[in-house]
């Protein structure tokens, strides 16, 4: 493995093919959620992988049951406290879009199971997003007293139109696998099984592909997204502004007490 991944603990890294990387979370005893390291790891690694002559194309899978169940509550309890973290995670949140969007090597997910949170994020805005049958993606910032951040705003209502978005994000309801595919949130569904060996399969095509079209033809249509920056810029500081507020405190709690919220 390539010295520039050495420190890296969120990831396990491996070659199923050549040129192909795959990146698993690594966390399946906390259905890899991520905490504060993990939050930054995820954000920066697109970085190497855009610079690396080795990558021609990028996995990434969770290990165990789930993709990825979001930042944990350490981090959570952490923005409701912290003026400076509230600063790191806003520019980490907002890094971790545009890497992702500028990042030279085609992407491939493999979701399944829960995906929430930053793991959400990059599964979705993935080049080529591969859901199983027990995908379940929900972005839950409303349930959490928070307004919808991260990617929401700049990426939903471009894939599944602005009226599922809206129905999605304001009341916070679930998307499975199949579903998600009929209404244009992820390229692919297929049964759980298959999942790793279909995301595979595409990788090996995308690895196999002219590079330098495919990274202009990438980086070309991803300018849909970047048009939405203002409004992407604006829903990451109002989940910020959120995070110092009464609703995000009592949202918290409601998820350790495991109870409904009571939002005043």
């Avoid at 040129?19 to 690694?45: A, F, M, Y």
């Avoid at 989940?239 to 609703?247: Q, S």
Wanted: charged share 25%; with cysteine.
């Amino acid at each position: 493995m390539s010295e520039r991944y050495k420190d890296y603990q969120a990831f396990d890294f491996d070659w199923p093919s050549k040129g192909v990387l795959r990146l698993t979370l690594n966390r399946p005893d906390r259905l890899n959620s991520l905490d504060r390291r993990g939050h930054e790891e995820i954000t920066e690694i697109w970085r190497d992988l855009s610079s690396d002559p080795d990558v021609r194309c990028v996995i990434l899978c969770g290990a165990g049951r789930a993709f990825s169940a979001g930042g944990d509550f350490s981090l959570v309890e952490e923005l409701t406290e912290s003026y400076e973290a509230k600063v790191r995670v806003w520019q980490e949140a907002r890094d971790l879009v545009f890497n992702i969007l500028d990042c030279t090597k085609p992407i491939v997910s493999a979701i399944q199971g829960p995906a929430v949170g930053a793991g959400l994020v990059a599964g979705l805005l993935a080049d080529i997003s591969i859901a199983g049958k027990s995908a379940k993606l929900a972005d839950g910032h409303t349930r959490l007293g928070v307004g919808a951040g991260d990617h929401a705003v700049i990426l939903w209502p471009l894939l599944c139109s602005m009226a599922k978005a809206k129905y999605h994000l304001l009341l916070c309801d679930p998307v499975m696998g199949e579903e998600a595919e009929r209404i244009g949130l992820v390229s692919l569904c297929v049964d759980d099984e298959v999942l790793q060996e279909k995301a595979l399969e595409i990788a090996i095509r995308l690895a196999e592909g002219a590079p330098t079209a495919i990274r202009f033809t990438k980086h070309a249509l991803n300018n849909w997204m970047r048009s939405a920056g203002p409004a992407f810029d604006a829903s990451l500081a109002l989940e910020m502004m959120g995070f110092g507020g009464p609703e995000a405190k009592e949202g918290l709690a409601s998820f350790r007490e495991k109870r409904p919220a009571k939002f005043t």
